[in-house]
């Protein structure tokens, strides 16, 4: 009689317990983790090039951020920040209020998720502009709530059967915004007036219009970095009309753009930013920062929740800001970002189906495309995947077709080049 492994019996078990919506980007049950390595209940290892969709920059299990989340829960586990406070909290504000690149004085609002930070960021918005409406882009990704689902530019598989949606969410196309390659400024400015003008014509006034919240790298929407001359023409156009440009690095912070936040590269300053992912190291944390007068705006009682800022979070935060540091993590993303894309440039030459490769400091994608047209090709996208994930490494797509790279920022040379050429292997069984 054949045994049944741990993992097809968990895989059983999920599917008469969980609901089929969450979807798994691979098969796999993780039995423990460290560094950038996942091993499942059959005792397999595993280079983890996804990081938990950009969770961990810092790795898993960093003993550091083990070692913060002991002590503080040996302490303090929850008492609610609404009913008695504590000092990790101020402690983390402060740290991020002097990190983000607005001049200050800046406060910070903790909260549970990506998602829930957005939508806190359009409630200070509203609070502080007097307006309602919201602006986001095409392709965009902000979350999975009403509003954020609303905010997110892609029906399939996040919208679709979930309507009504929120009202007064106005959508940019993400061309001219957002593009591949070295587009001239001038023309690229000259295409993100004219979008935004056919928005203020055509959509809604400019002078109802709240925030502007825009992702500098697309996430889900394809690791697309938005164009320096694009980025500029939004600071310029969201200060003459009086809208709150809301920078959302969910994904991009925290390290993985070569900066501490893809803002920095850019020299842009928002008026406010969204974090989360990486900001707590696997654990659940967000936040809002921005100018203190902003910050302000919405009334004692407007902003909060019971879990937001808990303070064994906080903890695990703190000891991610330090290893950023101490670990040169920051800079270190500019060298992983460097093999990945000589990485990705080879694979191009070799294989007629890889194309675009861009990048930003570590957060770098190619994309997967049908030669004969230039089409993306999911299928071809999906058995690379497989194939790499057959090989001992995990990797995702973004939108189905984009090979995305969010390996920890602690992965060593030897790992890093493993993973690549455990990628190369898989696109050489792909071709054929």
Same mark, same amino acid.
């Given at each position: 009689?054949?045994?049944?492994?741990?993992?097809?019996?968990?895989?059983?078990?999920?599917?008469?317990?969980?609901?089929?919506?969450?979807?798994?980007?691979?098969?796999?049950f993780?039995?423990?983790?460290?560094?950038?390595?996942?091993?499942?209940?059959?005792?397999?290892?595993?280079?983890?090039?996804c990081?938990?969709?950009?969770v961990?920059n810092?790795?898993?299990?960093h003993?550091?951020?083990?070692?913060?989340?002991? #002590?503080?829960?040996?302490?303090?586990?929850?008492?609610?920040?609404?009913?008695?406070?504590?000092?990790?909290?101020?402690?983390?504000a402060?740290?991020?209020?002097?990190?983000v690149?607005?001049?200050?004085?800046?406060?910070?609002?903790?909260?549970?998720?990506?998602?829930?930070?957005?939508?806190?960021?359009?409630?200070?918005s509203?609070?502080?502009?007097?307006?309602d409406?919201?602006?986001?882009?095409?392709?965009?990704y902000h979350?999975?709530?009403?509003?954020?689902?609303?905010?997110?530019?892609?029906?399939?598989?996040?919208?679709?059967?979930?309507?009504?949606f929120?009202?007064?969410?106005?959508?940019l196309?993400?061309?001219?915004?957002?593009?591949?390659?070295?587009a001239?400024?001038? #023309?690229?400015a000259?295409?993100?007036?004219?979008a935004?003008?056919?928005?203020?014509?055509y959509?809604?006034?400019?002078?109802?219009?709240?925030?502007?919240?825009?992702?500098?790298?697309?996430g889900?929407?394809g690791?697309?970095?938005?164009?320096p001359?694009?980025?500029?023409?939004?600071?310029?156009?969201?200060?003459?009309?009086?809208?709150?440009?809301?920078?959302?690095?969910?994904?991009?912070?925290?390290?993985?753009?070569?900066?501490w936040?893809?803002?920095?590269?850019?020299?842009?300053?928002?008026?406010?930013m969204?974090? #989360?992912?990486?900001?707590?190291?696997?654990?659940?944390?967000?936040?809002?920062?921005?100018?203190?007068?902003?910050?302000?705006?919405?009334?004692?009682?407007?902003?909060?929740?019971?879990?937001?800022?808990?303070p064994?979070?906080?903890?695990a935060?703190l000891?991610?800001?330090?290893?950023?540091?101490?670990?040169?993590?920051?800079?270190?993303?500019?060298?992983?970002?460097?093999?990945?894309?000589a990485?990705?440039?080879e694979?191009?030459?070799?294989?007629?189906?890889?194309?675009?490769?861009?990048?930003?400091?570590?957060?770098c994608?190619?994309?997967i495309?049908?030669?004969?047209?230039?089409?993306?090709d999911?299928?071809?996208?999906?058995?690379?995947?497989?194939? #790499?994930?057959?090989?001992?490494?995990?990797?995702?797509?973004?939108?189905?077709?984009?090979i995305?790279?969010?390996?920890?920022l602690?992965?060593?040379?030897a790992?890093?080049?493993?993973?690549?050429?455990?990628?190369?292997?898989?696109?050489?069984?792909?071709?054929?």
């Amino acid at each position: 009689m054949t045994t049944m492994t741990k993992q097809a019996e968990l895989l059983e078990r999920r599917a008469a317990a969980v609901p089929r919506g969450p979807f798994n980007t691979t098969p796999l049950f993780a039995d423990h983790a460290l560094g950038s390595h996942i091993v499942d209940t059959e005792g397999r290892s595993y280079l983890d090039f996804c990081g938990g969709i950009g969770v961990l920059n810092v790795g898993h299990n960093h003993p550091r951020v083990v070692a913060a989340i002991k #002590a503080q829960a040996d302490k303090l586990i929850h008492t609610c920040w609404h009913v008695a406070m504590y000092e990790p909290y101020v402690e983390l504000a402060e740290r991020l209020n002097a990190l983000v690149p607005m001049p200050g004085p800046n406060k910070t609002l903790f909260l549970n998720s990506g998602a829930e930070a957005v939508e806190n960021a359009v409630k200070i918005s509203r609070a502080a502009t007097g307006r309602d409406a919201v602006v986001v882009f095409e392709r965009g990704y902000h979350g999975r709530t009403l509003l954020t689902l609303t905010m997110t530019g892609k029906v399939e598989p996040y919208r679709r059967g979930f309507g009504p949606f929120a009202p007064e969410v106005y959508r940019l196309p993400y061309a001219p915004f957002f593009t591949i390659g070295d587009a001239p400024d001038e #023309a690229v400015a000259k295409g993100a007036n004219e979008a935004l003008a056919r928005l203020f014509a055509y959509e809604k006034e400019a002078d109802g219009i709240a925030c502007l919240v825009v992702e500098p790298v697309l996430g889900e929407g394809g690791f697309l970095p938005i164009h320096p001359a694009a980025f500029r023409v939004l600071r310029e156009v969201c200060t003459r009309q009086g809208i709150l440009l809301i920078a959302d690095e969910v994904q991009s912070g925290f390290g993985r753009c070569g900066a501490w936040f893809a803002c920095d590269r850019y020299g842009i300053v928002p008026d406010l930013m969204v974090m #989360a992912k990486s900001l707590a190291g696997g654990m659940p944390l967000s936040a809002v920062s921005g100018p203190a007068d902003v910050m302000d705006a919405a009334q004692v009682g407007g902003l909060g929740g019971t879990y937001g800022g808990n303070p064994v979070a906080l903890a695990a935060a703190l000891a991610v800001l330090d290893i950023l540091e101490a670990e040169g993590l920051v800079e270190r993303a500019e060298v992983i970002g460097r093999r990945v894309g000589a990485c990705f440039a080879e694979l191009a030459r070799s294989h007629d189906f890889f194309a675009n490769a861009r990048g930003l400091g570590a957060m770098c994608a190619i994309d997967i495309i049908d030669p004969l047209n230039g089409n993306p090709d999911p299928e071809r996208a999906g058995r690379l995947v497989a194939a #790499a994930r057959d090989r001992g490494l995990l990797m995702m797509t973004a939108s189905g077709y984009v090979i995305r790279t969010l390996m920890p920022l602690t992965i060593s040379d030897a790992d890093l080049q493993s993973g690549l050429d455990i990628l190369a292997e898989a696109a050489a069984e792909v071709a054929e």
